[in-house]
């Protein structure tokens, strides 16, 4: 059966930066720029997405390419005989599967909010009002369970339809909708009375507040963030590494995602902290900042029934183009494994993702008996914690040592891949750093993160 490939660069991109653009960009993003100090935060969380997000994203991009297979079998065709780097792709699935487990519950909430704002349900609430709408929802065991359901079933449904006619069509749609409208609600914040100084502490640093903020701190925050928001280390980007030729370099096009990842993060910003600012609401607010405050400032704000419905739309499409690009990911693996038609491995991950995903989607209600990591905590904060602080830093890392060592793929056949077609060029004055001062930072990353 003949490997089915992308149908365009754009769709690559855009599939690829769908993958990576998620809630770490619309939802953490702005809340760490309030929390950590604005514009210097900004400046710290860049230098660090271009010299470790950018390489490692290089290596995932290049292992699929050369390899044409999904995550599952893409070591046993790279790697030297006798060796045990395979063993990652057992970490790949489990963790596509433990990402999805609470991604679909996540992205319920988003569709739930763009239905409530649709329908108006925020209009006259006060503050405590809207808080007590977020806690009913979270309580409903129907609720949740249904939101997630449509987002599984959804997500499948169209990654069955082929790799061009279903990912690739919606995905497409979907992120060009997304830029639209994200562009449209950042213009409505930047005019909003008193948004000017909300600009002016995104976009301007201001190294007294970085001070303030800690500097440590700032660091810390800005190397997780930069390094988790472009979902490396699980096999997401190698993938589509995998459906794509040869026409283009591969450092060139992990720039152009690179760059659409930070477009977004820093629109959104846009779109949250100068209305955070006129509203004279706190930026730093954390994750209510999206559930609570928001739907608190549109409703003070004009036709802000119709800016808060446009705010889920997007920030559904951001969750959503996760979920469908993870879904992908899975598929191809039980296809490779177990020699599935796409639509035996959709039909599959319907029933096997639904019923993984019912612990965190009854995790605020009938199973909020269950605190994994302390008072407070639920299944959802357990399920994000393995992922974001072992298998997305341990994979990235074992990535790039697998592009590197004589004992895996090697520099020079991963620089060969890496470099075919137009475009940037992986050079050899970057082999020092990528060798050696790359797996440090990941290693210093994954060290924070559990702490």
């Not at 490939?5 to 754009?10: D, P």
């Not at 993003?29 to 390489?55: D, E, H, R, S, T």
């Not at 999904?70 to 990402?99: D, F, Q, R």
Request: with cysteine; net charge neutral; charged share 10%.
């Amino acid at each position: 059966m003949q490997r089915e490939s992308l149908g365009s660069r754009l769709g690559f991109i855009l599939i690829s930066a769908g993958c990576a653009i998620g809630i770490g960009n619309v939802w953490r993003f702005p809340y760490l720029c309030g929390q950590y100090g604005g514009g210097a935060f900004v400046l710290v969380y860049l230098f660090f997405l271009f010299i470790m997000g950018l390489p490692t994203m290089c290596m995932e991009f290049s292992v699929g390419r050369a390899s044409q297979k999904s995550p599952a079998l893409m070591y046993n065709k790279l790697e030297p005989e006798g060796t045990k780097w395979h063993l990652h792709s057992i970490a790949c699935l489990v963790g596509n599967y433990v990402l999805m487990m609470f991604y679909t519950t996540v992205a319920g909430w988003m569709l739930q909010y763009f239905v409530l704002e649709v329908g108006g349900r925020f209009e006259g609430l006060d503050p405590d009002g809207v808080a007590g709408v977020f806690t009913q929802n979270l309580t409903s065991p129907a609720m949740q369970v249904g939101f997630m359901a449509v987002i599984v079933v959804l997500g499948c449904i169209i990654n069955m339809r082929g790799l061009q006619s279903g990912l690739e069509r919606v995905t497409k749609v979907m992120m060009l909708a997304l830029i639209v409208i994200m562009v449209i609600l950042a213009v409505n914040s930047l005019f909003l009375p008193g948004a000017s100084e909300g600009i002016r502490y995104l976009l301007i640093p201001d190294f007294k507040r970085m001070q303030e903020a800690g500097v440590w701190n700032v660091i810390v925050a800005a190397m997780n963030q930069s390094f988790f928001t472009l979902s490396i280390g699980i096999g997401s980007m190698a993938i589509f590494g995998s459906y794509i030729g040869k026409e283009q370099s591969l450092l060139g096009e992990s720039v152009n995602v690179v760059l659409l990842d930070t477009f977004v993060a820093i629109c959104s910003g846009l779109i949250i902290i100068p209305a955070c600012f006129a509203y004279g609401v706190e930026a730093g607010a954390g994750p209510s900042l999206i559930f609570i405050t928001l739907p608190n400032i549109f409703n003070n704000m004009p036709l802000g029934r119709l800016w808060g419905s446009l705010f889920f739309v997007f920030m559904s499409f951001a969750a959503f183009s996760t979920v469908l690009a993870v879904f992908e990911n899975i598929m191809a693996m039980c296809m490779d494994l177990f020699g599935w038609t796409r639509f035996q491995s959709g039909l599959a991950n319907i029933f096997l993702i639904f019923f993984l995903s019912l612990p965190c989607a009854l995790g605020f209600n009938v199973l909020s008996f269950i605190q994994p990591l302390g008072e407070g905590t639920g299944v959802l904060d357990l399920e994000d914690y393995i992922v974001s602080n072992f298998l997305l830093p341990l994979g990235a890392l074992l990535f790039v040592l697998f592009c590197t060592r004589k004992s895996g793929w090697g520099w020079e056949n991963f620089k060969k891949e890496a470099n075919e077609g137009e475009g940037f060029k992986v050079q050899d004055w970057m082999r020092p750093y990528i060798t050696w001062v790359l797996p440090v930072l990941i290693i210093i990353v994954f060290i924070m993160g559990v702490i």
